[in-house]
């Protein structure tokens, strides 16, 4: 009785935060407009990388989710730099006054260079996320040079990373999507929250949703636009309480992101993790998904 009444808490509490944050469709009024971009880099050498890691100038961008922040990607990021695969370079803050500030350092000879990209207003609607994501993306391309880019998203971060290649995937001022890596992301709000079939048997199950939810039909009605040889590695997370999901996203949610891209991408892969390891806001603080999406990357 008091484990059901736990996940009836649970879910109620998720509908709340989820429902809140899938201010998916529509920006509010109070969501600002970029009106001025700032750069404040300071000159530091380059880090040497491991050579056991392919060498790019593709940049790699990192995205938290709703109510995120810097912590939500400090872990991916630090274990990129300790592993030698990687450098951090940029930190890319987007204010709530409208003011876009670049700060770090930049050298266009910068190998497998890293921008963690934070949302002062990190409850902001998901059309105002995209838009702050896709104006980042137009200043890396136009004042630091990048052609190419990856990017990793957790939670809402993946789903705005997605979005923002759906709604601007042939818009020639942005860099090439190389490659994605999702981590946990509600693609289909809460479809398949309260799923009783076993782990097993949901990824036999067909990725297409039961159930679409407005964002998931918006997202499918874009499909064309999404950019052609892009790679996604899908890291997908159950905290094995016998529910399917990661305790805010269940697991048919975050796979149905391979219905939306079938036949658009070079290379799809799913990664599962299980346990307590494996919960929401675990998984992007788990070594293993820091080792896959090192090894996918680079």
């Given at each position: 009785?008091v484990k059901r009444f736990?996940?009836t ?5 998720l ?17 600002p ?13 380059a880090?040497k990388?491991?050579?056991?890691y392919?060498?790019s100038k593709t940049a790699?961008i990192?995205?938290?989710g709703?109510?995120?922040g810097?912590n939500?990607t400090?872990y991916?990021i630090?274990h990129?730099e300790?592993a ?16 876009m500030a670049?700060?770090?350092y930049w ?6 260079p890293m ?24 200043q890396l391309?136009?004042?630091?040079g ?6 990793v998203g ?5 789903n705005?990373?997605v979005?923002q290649?759906?709604t ?7 860099p090439?999507?190389?490659?994605i ?7 289909d709000?809460?479809?398949?929250y309260l ?18 939810t407005?964002?998931?039909a918006t ?5 064309q ?5 892009v790679?996604?590695?899908?890291v ?6 016998g ?5 805010y996203v269940g ?8 219905y939306?891209?079938?036949h658009k991408l070079?290379?799809?892969e799913?990664?599962?993790?299980s346990?307590t390891?494996?919960?929401h806001?675990?998984l992007n603080?788990?070594?293993q998904v820091a ?7 680079w």
């Amino acid at each position: 009785m008091v484990k059901r009444f736990r996940i009836t808490l649970q879910f109620l509490l998720l509908t709340f935060v989820i429902g809140a944050a899938v201010v998916l469709i529509g920006a509010r009024k109070s969501d600002p407009k970029i009106t001025k971009v700032t750069s404040q880099l300071t000159p530091k050498t380059a880090v040497k990388l491991n050579g056991q890691y392919q060498q790019s100038k593709t940049a790699t961008i990192f995205l938290h989710g709703y109510n995120g922040g810097a912590n939500s990607t400090n872990y991916l990021i630090k274990h990129a730099e300790k592993a030698g695969a990687a450098q951090k370079a940029l930190v890319v803050h987007v204010y709530k006054n409208g003011v876009m500030a670049f700060k770090g350092y930049w050298h266009h000879s910068l190998k497998n260079p890293m921008v963690q990209v934070v949302f002062q207003d990190n409850h902001a609607s998901q059309k105002a996320q995209i838009y702050w994501l896709h104006q980042v993306l137009v200043q890396l391309k136009a004042k630091y040079g990048v052609d190419r880019y990856n990017a990793v998203g957790h939670s809402l971060g993946a789903n705005d990373i997605v979005n923002q290649a759906l709604t601007y995937g042939h818009d020639r001022k942005l860099p090439t999507l190389n490659k994605i890596v999702t981590i946990g992301g509600p693609f289909d709000g809460l479809t398949g929250y309260l799923n009783a079939e076993t782990e097993h048997q949901v990824r036999q199950m067909a990725a297409k949703p039961a159930r679409f939810t407005r964002h998931f039909a918006t997202m499918l009605s874009k499909r064309q636009n999404f950019p052609k040889n892009v790679q996604m590695l899908n890291v997908i997370g159950d905290t094995n309480a016998g529910f399917n999901n990661d305790g805010y996203v269940g697991v048919a949610s975050a796979r149905s992101i391979s219905y939306v891209l079938r036949h658009k991408l070079a290379k799809y892969e799913e990664r599962f993790y299980s346990g307590t390891a494996a919960a929401h806001c675990a998984l992007n603080q788990n070594p293993q998904v820091a080792r896959s999406m090192i090894s996918f990357l680079w």
